[in-house]
């Protein structure tokens, strides 16, 4: 069993930067695919950008250019850099990851909310 933890939520400014960082631990399983959902007030979760054992990112077309997703493999850890914050970025921002090799069992942290907010 793997658990997700997420830090770095908060309250920021309009045009701010916000780091967000997701620590795996537990299982000793090679993680798969790792991403950051979101969920805006009044709305459904939604994908924002995911990365790839690879490296490979992709990204929701509103955060491209704004966000960098990255992770480090050797300290299972995934992070999500977000700059040019406006409010429709406020949300709770959430880890996902899946498991590398069969069964792919996947895997979501608890999440940690950002407010953008003068």
């Known amino acids: 069993q793997v658990q997700l933890v997420e830090s770095g939520g908060g309250l920021v400014q309009p045009g701010g930067s916000l780091r967000l960082t997701c620590e795996a631990s537990?299982?000793?399983?090679?993680?798969?695919?790792m991403g950051w959902y979101r969920q805006r007030p009044g709305k459904s979760r939604e994908y924002v950008a995911t990365i790839t054992t690879f490296g490979v990112t992709d990204y929701l077309d509103l955060v491209q250019g704004r966000f960098t997703i990255s992770r480090d493999r050797a300290r299972n850890t995934l992070y999500l850099q977000m700059s040019a914050l406006n409010s429709d970025d406020t949300a709770v921002y959430y880890c996902?990851?899946?498991?590398?090799?069969?069964?792919?069992?996947?895997?979501w942290g608890q999440g940690t909310l950002v407010t953008v907010s003068a």
């Open positions: 996902y990851a899946d498991e590398r090799d069969y069964p792919q069992n996947e895997y």
């Open positions: 537990g299982s000793s399983v090679d993680l798969g695919l």
